[in-house]
């Protein structure tokens, strides 16, 4: 692919195509390359659309390769039924799983949505678990994932089986969330703050996370305004 390539000419565009999914397939069949086999499965995901292809190369690389990108894209894939796959929360469960735990790229995300779906109850025969919830979630707000601290701080106010109600700890991952930008965390603990739940009442403070929390949704907005008009 030596060159460089005329991107308003479209033949010259389809012939770096082709020799992109040539190269891609040669590092994954040929030279058992992980991350040639996921670049292989975007290939055909995004090029190609092929998603079927995409499904089956993602399946083999998170299986046979462990690789942690290509596990929790097949997890997406088993969330929706994509590319031929009949959906089925729990082989994605296990998907988002081995992603969290090999860690990468999409790891933390993973953590996040291995703790959803135990949050939800649905892999697990319609029987929330929420301390694994708690642990998955735990993990992916130590990697500073904002909305597993605004759940962890959800689960902490409400309370559930086998994990009791604190207020203390709600409040600490609502002030995390809300420094990593979750306006609903600011929102949250603004509201502890006023009323003295889990913390000294302080309408100062409680005034100031309210503001935090007005300021981030205006960044929001405007950031949807901005992307809608381009």
Same mark, same amino acid.
């Not at 996921?38 to 083999?60: C, D, M, P, T």
């Not at 319609?126 to 919830?133: C, H, L």
């Not at 130590?142 to 207020?167: E, H, R, T, V």
């Given at each position: 692919?030596?060159?460089?390539?005329?991107?308003?000419n479209?033949?010259?565009?389809?012939?770096? *195509?082709?020799?992109?999914?040539?190269?891609y397939?040669?590092?994954? &069949?040929?030279?058992k390359?992980?991350?040639?086999c996921?670049?292989l499965?975007e290939?055909?995901?995004?090029?190609?659309?092929?998603?079927n292809?995409?499904?089956?190369?993602?399946?083999?690389?998170?299986?046979?390769?462990?690789h942690?990108?290509?596990c &929790?894209?097949?997890?997406?894939?088993?969330?929706?039924?994509?590319?031929?796959?009949?959906?089925?929360?729990?082989?994605a469960?296990d998907?988002?799983?081995?992603?969290?735990?090999?860690?990468?790229?999409?790891?933390?995300?993973?953590?996040?949505?291995?703790? *959803?779906?135990?949050?939800?109850?649905?892999v697990?025969?319609?029987?929330?678990?929420?301390?694994v919830?708690r642990? &998955?979630y735990?993990?992916?707000?130590?990697?500073?994932?904002?909305?597993s601290?605004?759940?962890?701080?959800?689960?902490y106010?409400?309370?559930?089986?086998? *994990?009791p109600?604190?207020?203390?700890?709600?409040?600490?991952?609502?002030?995390?969330?809300?420094d990593?930008?979750?306006?609903?965390?600011?929102?949250?603990?603004?509201?502890? &703050?006023?009323?003295?739940?889990g913390?000294?009442?302080?309408?100062?403070?409680?005034?100031?996370?309210?503001?935090?929390?007005?300021? *981030?949704?205006?960044?929001?907005?405007?950031?949807?305004?901005?992307?809608f008009?381009e």
């Amino acid at each position: 692919m030596a060159g460089l390539v005329d991107f308003q000419n479209e033949e010259e565009v389809q012939e770096y *195509l082709t020799n992109v999914g040539t190269e891609y397939s040669y590092q994954c &069949y040929k030279e058992k390359d992980p991350n040639g086999c996921h670049r292989l499965a975007e290939y055909f995901e995004g090029i190609k659309k092929n998603f079927n292809s995409a499904a089956q190369v993602l399946k083999a690389n998170c299986e046979q390769n462990q690789h942690s990108e290509s596990c &929790y894209k097949l997890g997406a894939y088993y969330i929706t039924g994509k590319g031929g796959l009949a959906p089925n929360l729990k082989a994605a469960y296990d998907c988002f799983i081995k992603s969290c735990k090999k860690g990468g790229k999409k790891s933390i995300e993973a953590c996040h949505n291995a703790g *959803l779906l135990a949050h939800d109850g649905r892999v697990f025969e319609g029987k929330p678990d929420p301390a694994v919830a708690r642990d &998955y979630y735990t993990m992916a707000c130590n990697g500073n994932f904002s909305p597993s601290c605004f759940n962890l701080s959800a689960l902490y106010i409400q309370g559930a089986p086998g *994990l009791p109600k604190d207020m203390t700890q709600a409040m600490n991952y609502s002030i995390k969330a809300c420094d990593l930008g979750h306006v609903w965390a600011c929102a949250n603990a603004s509201r502890m &703050y006023k009323l003295g739940d889990g913390v000294d009442k302080n309408d100062a403070k409680a005034e100031a996370l309210k503001d935090k929390a007005r300021d *981030l949704h205006k960044e929001q907005e405007a950031t949807k305004e901005i992307t809608f008009g381009e």
